[in-house]
């Protein structure tokens, strides 16, 4: 089972050849093309005509000879090369290839799209074309009859169509889903519905016609499928070598274990009466797989999840059903029963389909019938209880299959209600012949007759129209009609389906031999009719013949029917306790499928016949084909086998025979081989003529009549028709081509000779334009260059002139500004020369004027004076002088008073001198006022300040400019008793042993002179004394009387050293002189100064020096004081360094 997609389109391809593209052979040499233009062109070159590189005769119609034999040959000869179709005029004979051939790629699709149909070699997809494009483009519906016997390839061809036209219409997301639908219905409704037969591993056992419908753009709308009595006797039992339908096996196959749990299914097949073991696995068939397929395709058409899940719980209710057996039980009334042997499996489809346990099972043990509102009940027994499981599963099987054409339906119906256009695709079962054929090979036989009589009909009714059409005049040619097979089958009257229909709807018995007994009667006469017991005594000896059987001799050969089953296929009934039972059903599918089971429903007019129903819907069917335009596609199966490359010549023999296909050439042949319109043929054929060649201006038949005439046609072997030619002979037909072969090839050569001039001409030509351009070019550039050499020469010039003009104009503004500038120099210097001369002039004239004042002043002096001379003394001149002078220091004073300075000592401010003759007396001034206001400042002062400043000036005097530490005790007052001797007790042995004023008390240190280390001692001096005592005692240590200190050496740094010398030979002096060091230096040598003074009216010797020699008992040390060492921060230290030095570092 193929499952064709728009996408992957080819179904046949072997993985090889997939994508590829089949050779194409091409005409005409090819000489003077590049490799890459030869390839471009060899994949532009195609066939222009079935005729070019035939294998064998691609059209029957032009067979020559035409017999049985050539035709077989020919068929034979195609098939050998993978030619597998061939056509009949319109009409394409298939034969079944038995393996993948790479005719079916999407390159193949669009090699044949929209060409036309005898343009390329025969195809089914040229037929597919023709059907589609007449649909789209001339508005007319179209049917596409596939027929032939089981396993010809019909159902293949079908999905080839509409595979085809699926590819080359319209697209768009909406139009593909179409598409797809369309195309996934198939292998759910195969999976269904076909079944492994001894003829055919994928056999339909239905029949369907699919009308696809378009829109006026021929974009897919939707469908519509119609299906045909599916042969449902398979469901309960197959004949040997056969299976059940698919998907019992895809389903056990492929379903998870989880699915097949809730379907109650076990996966081994032979769990299953109804599922035949012999051949349970089909070769090359992937069960497993198709049932995924099937899954998925189901989901495509639109089938929802809970629909696909009640579908598989119906199919697995089937198998189930076959697993129910019966016991025989007798009752006392004598009447037989049967009772279910194990109840296990009933209970299980019970729970599987929602059905009450005990009304199934009461279902397939009593039968009720109605009549006239009275219900009688009777047991059946075990054969009739079988029956009733069997018709109970076919029932619900072909119901099942019934429901899902209507689903699918469902989903494919086309969504607009705008006009459509139909393409019709049949694809039905087979013609068969089994060794047991029964009531369903006599429906599927009796399909096929009206199939190939509807052929017969419209095959040979369009011939002899197109005669009449294109007023050819027409032979007529005798032919096999089938009409009186039909007939005998369907006649309303004396027709077999009608003596089935009476015989079961007759009171009484029937049986299947009454049935037989009826036709032996009615039919004995009809020659196609064959019987053991008819009246006719033709077969009375016949015993190949049996006598519970009878025999058609269908179109397609001879059927021998068992006339067994006939009766009860016919009547098919079903136990109405089994239709309530299953209405019953909590299952809404299943209750669906029997709606005639609900009671409120009860209808007591017999159902119509399954054969009646078939008749009738077989009818409709073949009125609708009518009504389109027919497509043949005739399938021939070339071996029994199944196998590829075998050609049973016998077989396809038979076939061409019953299809009629000899008669159907000879039918096309009789009047004329071959037709074409004018216009193709015209394209096809004018270069044989030069009239037409290269154009024909007037209409093409005229042009046709020309060529013909020109060619010397003998006039009996073509006919004009209305708008295409007709060709007698293919003799005829085959010289033309020849001709135009012949006249091709010197096209070819004249092309060539064409091509070679067009092309040198065309590269001088182009040659000769690149010259032009080159040497434009190049004049271009050279005048360019030229030009730009002339444009900067110029430029230099004007620039050279426009400089000398420029610097000519600059020399001459530059002479104008200088002759500016001397006139405005030479005007200065005028002005300034008047100027002076009038300032002189003017000086002069004061001068003059002021002499003039002044001698005219002395003079009036002198006058004054001469005159007054007798009234002054003689020293007036001095007191004058003196008056004057009196005047000025009296001014100057005045002026003093107001301009003196603060009385602060320090300020300095002083007035300026007004007069120099009074130089000395400012200074003077000055010193006066500066020691008045000390003096005022100093009388402010008391005692003690006065005290203060004494010993402050004594210091100054002492120690200025001397001793660097003296300006750091300037600020510093000096307070003399630092230690508060007589307040703090701890001092106080010290204030007993003291009775004297202390002018000192500080503490100091005391170097020691054998290490420079220094020790505390309390310092005191005294109106007579200097002591030196313990700090922490207050015990006096040393006491020197002032007499006896002679003298007080210190350096001149910024340390507190200082040495106290004493008188040598005192009594102080033993210990030697004291090295001691003080935080107040200053003040302490100056009080000592002072108190020495005062004491013993001698100066104390104070030596500032930066070395000097100390006593230390009987040696002298020295000393000294260096800077820079800095150990301990800001502190001077003492060290001993040897007997003779004393080393202080000061900082
Ligand atoms: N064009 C083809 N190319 C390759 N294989 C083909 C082709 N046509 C048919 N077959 C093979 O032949 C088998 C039978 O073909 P198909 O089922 O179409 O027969 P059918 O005429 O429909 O028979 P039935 O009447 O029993 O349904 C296919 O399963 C496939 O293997
Ligand atoms: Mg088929």
Request: positive net charge; charged residues 30%; contains cysteine.
């Amino acid at each position: 089972m193929s499952d064709l997609k728009v996408e992957d389109f080819c179904p046949f391809c072997c993985p090889s050849h997939n994508g590829g593209s089949t050779p194409i052979p091409t005409t005409g040499k090819t000489i003077f093309y590049t490799s890459s233009q030869q390839d471009k062109m060899a994949k532009m070159e195609v066939k222009t005509s079935l005729l070019d590189d035939m294998i064998g005769v691609g059209d029957m119609v032009l067979l020559e000879p035409l017999n049985e034999d050539s035709f077989i040959n020919n068929l034979k000869k195609r098939f050998d090369h993978n030619e597998v179709y061939t056509y009949i005029g319109s009409v394409v004979i298939s034969i079944n290839p038995y393996r993948s051939l790479p005719i079916y790629t999407p390159e193949k699709v669009e090699e044949y799209r929209n060409r036309n149909f005898y343009e390329l070699s025969p195809h089914i997809f040229a037929l597919s074309d023709e059907a589609y494009r007449s649909l789209r483009d001339q508005d007319k519906d179209q049917c596409i009859l596939i027929t032939g016997e089981s396993g010809a390839g019909k159902t293949e061809a079908s999905k080839l169509v509409m595979s085809y036209v699926a590819a080359v219409c319209g697209k768009g997301a909406e139009v593909n889903q179409v598409k797809e639908q369309l195309l996934q219905s198939n292998p759910v409704l195969e999976a269904f519905g076909n079944a492994k037969t001894v003829r055919n591993d994928n056999s339909s056992r239905f029949g369907k016609y699919m009308d696809i419908e378009f829109d006026f753009k021929g974009d897919p709308l939707g469908g519509v499928i119609s299906n045909y009595l599916l042969e449902k006797s398979r469901v309960v039992k197959q004949p040997r070598g056969e299976r059940n339908f698919h998907i019992f096996y895809q389903i056990l196959s492929g379903a998870s274990e989880e699915f097949l749990c809730k379907l109650k299914l076990e996966r081994d097949f032979s769990r299953y009466n109804y599922l035949g073991l012999d051949s349970a696995r089909v070769n090359g068939v992937d069960d497993a797989s198709n049932f995924r397929t099937v899954r998925n395709a189901m989901q495509i058409v639109g089938f929802m999840d809970h629909e696909t899940q009640s579908v598989f719980e119906v199919v697995a209710a089937v198998l189930k059903l076959g697993n129910i057996e019966f016991k025989p039980e007798s009752r006392a009334n004598g009447l037989d029963e049967s009772k279910i042997k194990d109840k296990n499996e009933l209970k299980e489809i019970c729970e599987l389909t929602g059905i009450d346990q005990s009304v199934l099972e009461r279902a397939f043990s009593f039968r009720t019938v109605e009549a006239k509102q009275e219900k009688v009940s009777t047991t059946l027994n075990v054969a009739q209880a079988y029956y009733a499981r069997d018709a109970l599963a076919k029932n619900l099987y072909s119901r099942l299959f019934s429901w899902l054409v209507t689903r699918i339906n469902e989903s494919i119906k086309a969504q607009t209600k705008v006009r459509k256009k139909v393409m019709g695709v049949l694809d039905i079962y087979g013609f068969e012949i089994f060794e047991d054929n029964s009531f369903e090979q006599f429906i599927i036989n009796y399909c096929n007759e009206k199939l190939q009589q509807i052929f017969i009909e419209l095959t040979l009714k369009e011939e002899q129209e197109e005669y009449i059409r294109e007023g050819i005049e027409w032979t007529h040619i005798e032919y096999f009609n089938n009409a009186i097979i039909c007939d005998l089958i369907e006649n309303n009257q004396t027709g077999i389906l009608a003596m089935l229909d009476e015989e079961c709807l007759r009171p009484g018995t029937v049986t299947d031999e009454t049935f037989l007994e009826k036709l032996n009667q009615v039919c004995a006469t009809h020659q196609h009719f064959e019987s053991r017991m008819s009246k006719c005594s033709r077969f009375l000896n016949d015993t190949s013949l049996p006598h519970s059987c009878f025999r058609i001799q269908h179109y397609a050969g001879k059927v021998m029917y068992q006339v067994e089953g006939f009766v009860d296929k016919n009547n098919d009934l079903l136990y109405r306790d089994l239709s309530q039972a299953m209405w019953k059903a909590n299952h809404s599918l299943i209750k669906a499928l029997f709606p005639e089971g609900n009671p409120a429903k009860i209808n007591l007019k017999r159902p119509p016949t399954a054969g009646s129903q078939f008749k009738a819907s077989v009818a409709t069917l073949m009125k609708n084909l009518q009504t389109k335009n027919p497509n043949y596609i005739r399938c021939i199966k070339p071996n029994d086998k199944k196998a590829a490359h075998i050609f049973n010549e016998a077989l396809v023999c038979h076939q061409i025979r019953y299809l009629g296909l000899l008669e159907n050439v000879r039918v096309r042949r009789a009047g004329y081989a071959f037709r074409q319109p004018y216009e193709p043929c015209l394209e096809r054929y004018k270069m044989l003529c030069k009239q037409t060649w290269p154009h024909w201006r007037g209409p093409a038949r005229a042009g046709v009549e020309v060529l013909f005439n020109e060619l010397g046609i003998p006039e009996e072997e073509f006919s004009f028709g209305r708008s295409k030619i007709f060709i007698r002979n293919p003799r005829t037909l085959f010289k033309l081509e020849d001709l135009r072969k012949q006249r091709l090839e010197d096209l070819a050569t004249l092309i060539e000779k064409i091509y070679r001039g067009w092309k040198c001409r065309t590269r001088f030509l182009l040659m000769k334009k690149c010259q032009v351009v080159i040497a434009s070019w190049y004049r271009r550039y050279s005048q360019q260059k030229k030009y730009q050499k002339i444009k900067s020469s110029a430029i230099t010039v004007q620039s050279y002139i426009r400089g000398w003009k420029a610097r000519k104009v600059l020399r001459e503004l530059k002479h104008l500004k200088r002759c500016n500038e001397a006139a405005t120099v030479i005007a200065a210097y005028w002005h300034g020369t008047q100027a002076r001369r009038e300032l002189k002039r003017l000086k002069e004239e004061a001068r003059r004027k002021h002499a003039v004042a002044v001698i005219w002043a002395f003079w009036l002096g002198l006058k004054v004076r001469r005159e007054y001379r007798k009234y002054f003394r003689a020293n007036a001149g001095r007191k004058i002088y003196e008056f004057t002078l009196q005047r000025l220091m009296q001014k100057y004073f005045l002026e003093m008073k107001n301009k003196m300075p603060s009385l602060s000592p320090i300020d300095k401010n002083w007035p300026a001198r007004p007069y120099l003759f009074l130089d000395s007396t400012h200074k003077e001034l000055k010193r006066i006022f500066h020691l008045w206001r000390c003096k005022k400042y100093r009388d402010q002062f008391t005692d003690q300040q006065k005290l203060i400043y004494e010993e402050k000036l004594e210091a100054s005097e002492l120690f200025k400019d001397k001793k660097a530490l003296y300006p750091a005790s300037v600020g510093q007052p000096f307070q003399g008793a630092y230690l508060e001797i007589s307040e703090n007790p701890k001092y106080k042995k010290l204030k007993d042993a003291v009775d004297e004023k202390i002018i000192i008390a500080e503490v100091v240190n005391k170097i020691n002179r054998a290490n420079g280390k220094a020790a505390s001692r309390i310092f005191l001096l005294t109106k007579n004394n200097v002591l030196l005592a313990d700090q922490k005692s207050g015990t006096i240590k040393s006491e020197v009387p002032l007499g006896d200190v002679t003298k007080v050496s210190m350096s001149s740094q910024n340390d507190g050293f200082f040495a106290v010398h004493l008188k040598e030979g005192s009594e102080a002096a033993s210990k030697g002189d004291f090295l001691l060091s003080s935080d107040h230096l200053i003040e302490m040598a100056t009080k000592l100064y002072r108190t020495t003074l005062s004491q013993t009216k001698q100066k104390l010797n104070i030596e500032i020096s930066d070395e000097f020699l100390v006593q230390f008992k009987q040696d002298k040390v020295c000393v000294k004081f260096i800077q820079g060492s800095q150990k301990n921060g800001n502190i001077p230290t003492c060290k001993r360094k040897n007997n003779r030095l004393l080393e202080v570092a000061v900082p």
